[in-house]
């Protein structure tokens, strides 16, 4: 059984930084894909960033260049540098790790305000 527990979210001011961390822990494949995706209020949970294993990065065109994704492979843990943050980034963010065969998990969320 694989568990994700994020971390780092909460209250700041547009224009400030925050990093969220995500542990994964459990029956893991080597390989996989880990990543971050956000839902807003009232919007569909959209994706944020992923990266590989080699440390492929795929970001969401409105947040490249200010969110930087990386992970610790030993840790099994990605973390989400989010910096100039805007208020349209307020949103519960999830962290998710899949592989192939349809493996496919979810943490619990954190939240992120970004107050104006």
Do not use: H
């Not at 990093?19 to 990543?35: E, K, Q, T, V």
């Amino acid at each position: 059984q694989v568990q994700l527990a994020e971390s780092g979210g909460g209250l700041v001011q547009a224009g400030g930084s925050l990093r969220l961390s995500c542990a994964a822990s459990g029956d893991i494949f080597s390989i996989n894909y880990m990543g971050w995706w956000r839902q807003a209020p009232g919007q569909q949970r959209e994706l944020v960033a992923t990266i590989t294993t080699s440390g492929t990065t795929n970001y969401a065109r409105e947040i490249e260049g200010r969110f930087t994704i990386s992970r610790d492979n030993a840790k099994n843990t990605v973390y989400l540098q989010m910096n100039s943050l805007k208020p349209e980034d307020t949103a519960v963010y999830y962290c998710n790790l899949f592989w192939g065969g349809g493996m496919d998990f979810w943490g619990k969320g954190t939240l992120v305000t970004v107050s104006s």
